[in-house]
Every structure is written in C-alpha cells, then in structure tokens.
C-alpha cells in the first residue's frame, strides 16, 4: 500500500462505537466481532477498529504531551516539576521530560501562523 493511502486510512478511521455495559462485561464480546462468520467482513471490522484504536491512541497521546508541558510551564505559579508531572502521569522521569517538551513543541505548532 502505498504511503499516501495509509495516510487517508488514518485519517477516517472506524468510529469508536461504545459498547452497552452488559455486553461490555461479557470478556467474550468485542464490539460484535465475536458474532461475524464471515472471515473477510471480520478481517476489515477488526482491521478498522485497530485503525480507529491506534488514532485515538495518538490523539490522546498529544493531549497528554499539552496537559504536560501547560503543567510544567515555568510562567504559572503553580507550575508542576517533571517529577511531579511523571508521578501524576505514572511515567518515569525521563518519560516526562519527553513528553513535556513534545507538548511544548504541540503548542508551538499550533500557534504558528499557517504558511500559504
């Protein structure tokens, strides 16, 4: 597959349907995937809800990285260490030094003035 489709493939994924609580409980129900019989329609369901997965995984990712670098921003006054941000985040250290500048860098793109 070429790179240009993978990447309008990521941008329309699956919707994120949730699940009633009563189906949600059964460990043996994903999304209705356990009840298809035929293996293609099951091999593309599963395949767009891995797509739809890995999306939103990215997604909130990045809002993490923002809420990391706003927390850890040296003008608030109640600015947070990255030590402070790893514990809340359960990440180490290191981790949270990444991801507060990835955020930094979120921010700094997304206040950048679009270049025609």
């Known amino acids: 597959m070429a790179e240009t489709e ?6 329309k ?27 293609r329609e099951l091999l593309a369901r599963s395949t ?5 997965f890995r999306a939103a995984t990215d997604r909130a990712v990045e809002f993490q990285a923002v809420a990391a670098a706003q927390l850890a921003d ?4 109640d ?4 030590a402070a941000v790893a514990e809340r985040a359960q990440w180490t250290e290191d981790y949270a ?11 700094r793109a997304a206040s950048a003035p679009a270049e025609d």
Do not use: N, Q, Y
């Open 6 to 11: 993978r990447s309008e493939r990521r941008l």
């Open 79 to 82: 600015r947070l260490t990255a």
């Open 48 to 52: 767009e809800l891995a797509l739809a």
């Open 74 to 77: 040296p003008r608030r006054f």
């Open 13 to 39: 994924p699956a919707p994120l349907l949730f699940e009633p609580a009563e189906a949600a409980s059964d460990p043996e129900h994903f999304f209705g995937l356990e009840s298809m019989d035929d293996p």
């Open 97 to 107: 030094h990444k991801m507060i500048e990835f955020g930094r860098d979120l921010m």
